[in-house]
């Protein structure tokens, strides 16, 4: 049986002011995978997300996105995206949770095109999936860290996307909502058949949780099941130590 990728990087390298942040950096990521990414700060995470999603152009190297080159993928509501503290910016204009929700289904719909009654079904399938319909009248800013990364969430679910990319989404959250985030995302994965690839520092949700590990600090340090490490391993891959790249359990 073929494997069906919806992420494909092959030999990715990018500069910035003549300083390295990714080198040769290969990897693919199949449908219905959970993926962890996991490196120091500085080491390209967010580059690479911001490479994948179109918003920088690598230095060499290449993405392929659902099999097509990611320069000529026009379906970018296929990827949802939540960025990096949506939770924890301060937003002072008057936008209601459903209105943020919204926002995410223009780049589906287009952005003068007026909204169906299809696409307010798949709004309020969005908001319901994250479990904010209840959240809908209310002001972003007035709700708590945990609530706006769910109304974020649902955001980036309003376009029907495959995939589902998330840059540290669970920085500024309480112990209690990160529990009942990862299990959100768990069962978005396993229940929904959702891709997950997000950037995390929290070692014991990639014991835990995602089926795959990545981690990045320049090059790829490694690509396996994180079942095969001690989190003690991990840190040592992720953050420090002696490491011989690169190591591919898949």
């Given at each position: ?14 500069s ?18 959970y ?21 920088l152009?690598?230095?060499?190297g ?13 379906r ?11 939770s ?5 204009f008057p936008?209601?949770?459903h ?8 780049a ?9 009654k ?17 959240l ?9 860290g ?11 679910l309003?376009?029907?996307p ?5 840059d540290?989404?669970?920085?500024g ?11 959100f995302?768990?069962?978005l ?19 835990h949780?995602?089926g795959?590990?990545?981690?990045l ?26 490491v011989?790249?690169?190591i591919?359990?898949?």
């Open positions: 049986m073929t494997t069906t990728y919806c992420i494909e990087v092959e030999n990715l390298n990018f910035f002011d003549k300083n390295i942040v990714l080198e040769d950096v290969s990897f693919n990521i199949a449908r219905g995978q993926t962890g990414l996991i490196g120091p700060n500085g080491g390209g995470k967010t580059t690479l997300i911001k490479i994948i999603l179109g918003l152009t690598p230095s060499a290449s993405v392929r996105l659902f099999g097509e080159p990611a320069n000529d993928f026009m970018r509501f296929l990827i949802g995206y939540v960025p990096q503290n949506a924890q910016a301060e937003f002072y936008a209601t949770a209105e943020i929700v919204r926002s995410g289904r223009t589906k719909v287009g952005l003068f095109r007026r909204f169906t299809a696409d307010d079904e798949a709004i309020a399938h969005a908001m319901e999936t994250a479990g904010v319909i209840d809908k009248d209310r002001l972003i800013g007035k709700l708590s945990g609530q706006r990364q769910r109304v974020f969430i649902a955001r980036a309003a376009g029907d495959q995939v589902l990319i998330l540290e989404p669970a920085v959250v309480d112990t209690a909502s990160k529990e009942r985030f990862y299990e995302l768990r069962d994965n396993k229940n929904n058949g959702m891709t997950i690839l997000f950037v995390t520092h929290d070692l014991g949700v990639i014991a949780e995602v795959t590990v990545l981690c600090n320049t090059t790829l340090l490694c690509h396996s099941d994180p079942g095969v490490f001690t989190e003690d391993r991990l840190i040592e891959i992720a953050y420090g130590g002696k011989t790249p690169v591919h359990g898949h």
